[in-house]
């Protein structure tokens, strides 16, 4: 039987609609580079699956009438992930998406085989194609010939570099010309299916909606794909037509062994040698192996986390002291009263407190972007998969954990590469336990303020303490995956198999990391701006009014005043005056009110009122704690002072109000504790639904509570 592509044809676009060119390939093929090239925008380039999640469009430069759309990386139109059917959504044009008029399609020079597998599935779809092929720089001898592929395929075959350039006009001009001169058939299939399977591909097709084009080829597709899946907009009649057709794995391994026979008759012999990769593979011997590989991550893990605390330290000072500069040039100008302290005390020193702590953001955003480039991070991820199976996991989850050590915002939206709905939530559900960026400034002042800063073998205790709270946070999110996926009735599931690609090493672009740096911190700034200043002038009012002492209260203005008058002998008796009557407005202020009527179910954790007061803020964004305390001790942004005042706080009986062990006893529960309605935000989107959001705030904040209660309770029973 001879099967024909019926392919719905592409409505012609109207002037004020741009045309439709989706740019789609294997992961790891150049496609964000590429895309970046032909439109000048400013995505980010990746060396492992999963990067590109959201579909992006730009306009390829000098057509404003062209618009590229970034399709997700994606090694089959088969859809299992997320990204994989918003490949063929884009593609062939289901759920809503109108269909291109061409695809370009990326394939890596050095694995040809490989790539054009997606070529010839988008060719039986009937869609028109252009073959960028990319990675030639890296393929020398053993690219091949563009013309004799070409020929081959029966499409324009255009080689590229797209991080020098190279060939990118030329491609742009095939695309203009492909865009005029669409073919006026489709290409043929490459193989024939037996009559069994174009009996199934008829009969599901019979039931295809109106609106879907009716092609042999999305037929064949929806027997692979549609039955023990969790794909949408599937309509209710091809589900039923695909049950009835019993579909088994004979049809799926019958379409790719075909595929791939044509491959390796026509395509592999213009190869006229594959790359070498001696160099990549004595490096991997490595970093791959069983003890060596992870000693050797343990080892730049410590690396990259002590620099944090060491290398920001002066631009941190720099920061500090120009934000304390800002907020005496405020004082000066405005009048004494409310005003004068909401700009210094809430506005300067909220946004202040927060800001400082953005060199080591900067830093650990370099280091992440730096690992990517290099094609580390998916070693790592094999690598941990030896680990992370033991939890019911693979080595893919890895890989957003990690990301989540600078935001757990992209590192949820980076799950959608990962196969099932179940791995997918179970690595949602862990990625907030991994130590962000936002708990940075919290541990920093936490460790200096409490702990005293020696030097151990040479290294700081300090640096020591900060590196073993990240390590304390990579075991215990290792930890809730395995309680997790054992324990709750929806996350227990077969594991299946890891396939991941690990590519070539490859030389950093610094210039692609400092746009990633720019953006992510762009981001962290936009949130100082909006959110946290925000809660920072909220807490800043609780903390302000009422404007009235305790009743039983000294007058402290007519002390002041006496004071005052005897000049400088009771200058340093007024300065005591001042802070008694400050501290006694703070203990009669709304927020004080709420700290304390929390205080006894915190103090068991070695906290009072105004910690408390710090942790309600911090629920709202973490950071929000830092510029809490800085109000809440008078000292605006001056976070060297706030240090000050935190070791010399005092108890009612003159004990140390908070000593190592209490400081301990924090950074666990900060550690814990999911205090950020971001993360929530988008747990909920990615879930769909309120469900899994509302668990993951309930048993985050119970392991927090019980956690930092042990240490505190252990260690003082200890004698510490």
Not at 329 to 334: D, E, G, I, N, Y
Not at 343 to 351: C, L
Not at 584 to 606: F, R, T, V, W
């Amino acid at each position: 039987m001879t099967v024909a592509t019926v392919a719905s044809a592409a409505p012609a676009a109207s002037p004020a609609t741009p045309r439709r060119v989706a740019l789609c390939g294997n992961p790891n093929t150049g496609k964000t580079t590429l895309y970046n090239a032909l439109t000048g925008a400013q995505a980010k380039v990746g060396n492992y699956p999963g990067v590109t999640v959201e579909r992006r469009s730009g306009a390829l430069r000098g057509r404003d009438d062209v618009a590229i759309i970034d399709v997700p990386g994606t090694y089959s139109l088969v859809a299992r992930s997320a990204d994989e059917q918003i490949a063929i959504d884009v593609i062939a044009g289901l759920g809503g998406e109108p269909r291109p008029e061409l695809l370009v399609v990326c394939v890596d020079a050095t694995q040809l085989v490989r790539g054009l597998y997606l070529v010839l599935q988008a060719q039986e779809l009937g869609a028109p194609c252009v073959v960028a092929l990319t990675m030639i720089d890296e393929a020398g001898t053993a690219a091949p010939e563009a013309g004799a592929l070409a020929r081959t395929l029966g499409v324009p075959v255009f080689p590229v570099v797209g991080r020098t350039g190279q060939g990118v006009a030329e491609l742009r001009a095939g695309i203009e010309l492909a865009l005029k001169q669409p073919p006026l058939e489709p290409s043929p299939w490459r193989w024939q299916p037996s009559p069994a399977l174009a009996g199934r591909i008829a009969q599901v097709r019979a039931a295809f909606p109106p609106d879907w084009p009716p092609s042999d080829a999305l037929a064949l597709w929806a027997l692979q794909c549609v039955g023990d899946d969790e794909l949408g907009h599937i309509p209710t009649e091809v589900r039923a037509a695909v049950a009835a057709a019993a579909s088994g794995p004979s049809d799926d391994d019958e379409a790719v062994l075909g595929r791939y026979r044509w491959l390796d008759a026509h395509v592999a012999p213009l190869g006229a040698r594959p790359p070498d990769r001696k160099l990549t593979d004595r490096i991997d011997r490595l970093l791959l192996h069983r003890v060596a590989g992870l000693a050797i991550f343990a080892a730049i893990m410590f690396v990259v986390f002590m620099s944090l605390f060491s290398w920001s330290a002066p631009a941190i000072d720099a920061i500090d002291a120009g934000f304390g500069w800002v907020g005496e040039q405020a004082r000066k100008v405005l009048p004494d009263g409310v005003v004068a302290d909401f700009v210094v005390d809430g506005v300067i020193a909220g946004v202040g407190s927060v800001l400082v702590f953005l060199p080591q953001i900067l830093l650990l955003f370099f280091f992440l972007g730096l690992l990517e480039d290099f094609g580390y991070l998916a070693r790592v991820a094999y690598l941990m998969d030896r680990i992370m199976r033991s939890m019911n996991l693979h080595g893919r989850a890895f890989v957003p954990m990690l990301s989540g050590f600078a935001c757990a915002v992209p590192a949820i939206m980076a799950t959608r590469t990962m196969e099932r709905q179940r791995d997918r939530i179970l690595t949602m559900l862990v990625i907030p336990l991994m130590t962000c960026s936002a708990r940075l400034p919290v541990y920093t002042l936490v460790i200096a303020a409490l702990f005293p800063s020696k030097t151990f073998g040479g290294v700081a205790t300090q640096s020591l303490l900060m590196v073993a709270m990240y390590g304390f946070s990579v075991a215990t999110s290792l930890g809730a995956a395995w309680v997790l996926s054992r324990t709750v009735k929806p996350l227990r599931a077969r594991r299946l198999p890891f396939v991941i690609e690990l590519p070539p090493y490859r030389a950093p672009r610094l210039a692609d990391i400092v746009r990633m740096m720019w953006t992510k911190s762009s981001m962290f700034l936009r949130e100082a701006g909006t959110v946290i200043l925000a809660c920072t002038i909220a807490l800043w009012a609780l903390l302000y009014f009422p404007r009235d002492l305790p009743a039983g209260a000294p007058d402290y203005d007519a002390m002041i005043e006496v004071a005052t008058a005897q000049g400088e002998g009771g200058a340093e008796q007024v300065a005591a005056l001042e802070h008694a009557r400050d501290q006694a407005l703070l203990e009669s202020s709304y927020g004080a009110q709420l700290g304390k009527a929390l205080e006894p179910a915190i103090e068991p954790l070695g906290f009072d009122w105004k910690i408390g007061v710090g942790i309600i803020g911090a629920f709202a964004a973490r950071e929000v704690f830092v510029a809490t305390m800085g109000v809440i001790y008078g000292v605006g942004d001056d976070e060297a002072s706030l240090r000050d005042r935190l070791r010399e706080e005092k108890k009612a009986d003159g004990s140390r109000a908070y000593t190592p062990l209490a400081g301990l006893s924090l950074m666990v529960f900060f550690a814990l504790a999911c205090q950020c309605f971001s993360t929530l935000a988008v747990v909920k989107r990615e879930s769909g639904g309120f469900r899994w959001p509302l668990f993951l705030l309930g048993y985050m904040t119970v392991l927090a509570y019980v956690a930092s209660l042990a240490v505190f309770q252990v260690g003082r029973a200890l004698g510490f």
